[in-house]
């Protein structure tokens, strides 16, 4: 299997190598931990992508991007979660956010929200899943009713990632009863600065600023603030989470802990058992799959719609060669000597308790099984 993107991208890559050698610390472990600093490395990081137009390389020109394919924003994507995501939580804005906003958005929602993005200024969080509305988003109880010229907007949300920073919420909320449980829902784009929001961090073994619960009371929002059509906002939420569940490379960090282990080892690596070398071996023939598995979706959300099948599909295999990976890596870290290969043991380490809620987040295994399942008893029955 050819796995070359090509001449090009691979410069980038090289290219991409480089810039974060130079500009990122060489103990760096993301952006989000209790030392500032690391924040800060993110926020220039992401100036200097963008200054170079590699931070929203394959976004039209118009909209403050650089025209390029989306392989070679492929390979940007990767290359910043391999090495821990120096762009912090700007990956969102880049990832979904941008483009659901050039699909939905009117002009100036295009002209007011995305050469920040562009231009690396700004974080954005997602407020759509609330304490009894994860998996069964449709029940969601957030309301927007209509006042004056304008909304109000109560409710809670919960697992709001990075909503401590985030300067902007996409926010789903309920706008009427619909026959179906589906129907009846907006989204708004809502300025995080607001009095009328609340945000409460809640603590978990990922490290602070991931997890927060976010409440919303009487918050006054204008027609303008509304993405696409009132009472229409499930069909923006399914084009959502088909680029949101493909919007992290996280093969390529297992990949390359994979690949760095016995250069870390060095003669420990020979003495391992062969059972734990074998499954290091499968391990590394996983990410190979997981790699494929997301071009194909890749290339089909370059032609068109993705299929929710197809996205289900890959998730679920990248989420298990998340978790899997992890554990092949611990046991091998753990035969390291005190003292070293620190760095790679604090990368395996956090690699796995951030492992631990793939299977959950952005919908959980479970339900992507149930979705790969529905659309291929579809297919079978067409
Ligand atoms: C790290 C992380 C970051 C997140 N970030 C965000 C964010 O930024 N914004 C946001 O809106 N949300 C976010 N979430 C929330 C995430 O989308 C939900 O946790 C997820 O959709 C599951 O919902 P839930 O937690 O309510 O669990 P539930 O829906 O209560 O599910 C609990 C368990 O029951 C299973 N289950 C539920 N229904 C069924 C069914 N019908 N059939 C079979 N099994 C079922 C589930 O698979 C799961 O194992 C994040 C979650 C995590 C872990």
Not at 34 to 49: E, H, M, N, W
Not at 128 to 138: H, I, N, Q, R, T
Not at 271 to 296: I, K, V
Request: net charge negative.
């Amino acid at each position: 299997m050819d796995f070359d993107l090509g001449e090009s991208a691979n410069a980038l890559r090289g290219e991409l190598r480089e810039l974060i050698r130079e500009q990122v610390p060489a103990d760096f472990l993301g952006a989000f931990t209790d030392d500032p600093a690391d924040l800060a490395v993110a926020q220039q990081f992401c100036r200097t992508l963008a200054q170079r137009q590699l931070l929203c390389m394959s976004w039209p020109k118009e909209f403050g991007g650089g025209d390029a394919s989306v392989w070679e924003q492929t390979v940007v994507r990767e290359e910043m979660w391999a090495h821990h995501e120096p762009r912090g939580a700007q990956y969102m804005g880049v990832n979904w956010v941008g483009p659901i906003i050039m699909r939905h958005g009117t002009p100036e929602q295009q002209r007011k929200h995305l050469p920040p993005i562009a231009n690396g200024e700004v974080i954005w969080c997602q407020g759509f899943s609330e304490p009894e509305a994860g998996s069964d988003l449709a029940s969601l109880r957030t309301s927007a009713r209509r006042d004056g010229d304008g909304w109000r907007i109560n409710g809670q949300k919960i697992w709001t990632s990075y909503a401590t920073m985030a300067q902007w919420c996409f926010l789903l909320a309920r706008t009427s009863k619909g026959e179906k449980k589906q129907q009846g829902m907006t989204i708004f784009l809502v300025p995080m600065d607001d009095p009328a929001i609340t945000v409460r961090p809640i603590r978990t073994m990922m490290g602070p600023h991931h997890l927060n619960e976010v409440f919303f009371d009487e918050l006054k929002v204008t027609e303008a603030d509304v993405l696409g059509t009132v009472d229409q906002g499930w069909s923006i939420v399914q084009d959502v989470v088909s680029f949101e569940r493909v919007g992290i490379a996280r093969y390529a960090r297992c990949e390359r802990l994979l690949q760095a282990a016995p250069d870390v080892l060095g003669d420990a690596w020979e003495e391992l058992p062969a059972e734990l070398r074998g499954r290091w071996a499968r391990m590394l023939t996983h990410c190979r799959r997981a790699r494929l598995m997301a071009y194909r979706v890749v290339a089909m959300q370059a032609t068109g719609r993705v299929n929710p099948g197809d996205a289900a599909a890959y998730r679920i295999a990248v989420t298990r060669l998340d978790q899997d990976s992890a554990e092949v890596l611990m046991e091998i870290a753990a035969v390291l000597p005190r003292g070293d290969g620190e760095y790679f043991r604090a990368e395996v380490e956090d690699h796995w308790r951030y492992s631990q809620a793939s299977t959950v987040s952005s919908g959980s295994i479970e339900m992507q099984r149930i979705l790969l399942s529905r659309t291929m008893l579809a297919g079978a029955r067409a």
